[in-house]
């Protein structure tokens, strides 16, 4: 018979298996197959589903996408340190075109992973609609509550996540992550 704690680790174990499991298929998937929906919602143009950097880039629609991204001034000191620590990553994002911190963060994130010269075959990008959830994706996987969300994973473990927000600026919190 078991203990509890010994039933509660094979729980855990269990879950983060399965959200590998999902992460790895999921990332092992053409990468070029567009999978989402745009929705003309009270004058907002909200997109369900996956997604790529050039769906976002040069797009009058997602225009704010260029405008934080050309502006956001990086730190090369902390890309430095960041490009010795980004080896074996992946990365899932869950954001939402409707909301403003995504609009923000989420521009300056692929303005520093271009930097560090993480390939697009190491990044997964969903846009979820307002409710959380996402058409093409079970994002409940992942225990997505707000958006933008940034998942690290390396060597096929959760590493951190950057939610909403970074407590510091994405560079230093990407640094802590890594360590």
């Known amino acids: 018979m078991f203990a509890n704690s010994s039933n509660q680790n094979n ?3 269990l879950k983060h298996i399965l959200m590998l499991f999902f992460l790895c298929l999921n990332l092992n998937s053409c990468n070029t197959i567009k ?3 745009i929705e003309k919602n009270q004058g907002e143009n909200i997109i369900n589903g996956r997604v790529f950097k050039s769906d976002f880039m040069g797009s009058k629609v997602f225009s704010w ?6 502006n956001y001034t990086i730190n090369p000191d902390l890309i430095a340190q960041l490009k010795l620590k980004s080896t074996n990553l992946k990365i899932l994002i ?5 909301c403003d911190e995504t609009q923000r963060e989420l521009p300056r994130f692929i303005k520093i992973i271009d930097e560090i010269g993480i390939q ?4 997964e990008m ?3 609609d307002r409710k959380k959830q996402c058409n093409y994706f079970n994002v409940s ?3 997505v509550t707000n958006v933008p969300t940034f998942i690290f994973f390396q060597n096929g473990i959760e590493i951190g996540r950057i939610i909403e927000s970074p407590e510091k600026s994405l560079e230093e ?5 890594f360590e």
């Not at 996408?65 to 050309?70: I, L, M, N, P, Q």
């Not at 697009?120 to 990044?123: A, E, K, M, R």
């Open 141 to 143: 996987i992942f225990n």
């Open 35 to 37: 999978q989402f929906t």
């Open 126 to 128: 969903y846009m979820l």
């Open 94 to 98: 869950f954001g939402g075109t409707w």
């Open 11 to 13: 729980i855990n174990t």
């Open 173 to 177: 919190d990407m640094i802590e992550i």
């Open 65 to 70: 996408f260029d405008k934080e991204y050309k």
């Open 120 to 123: 697009n075959s190491s990044i």
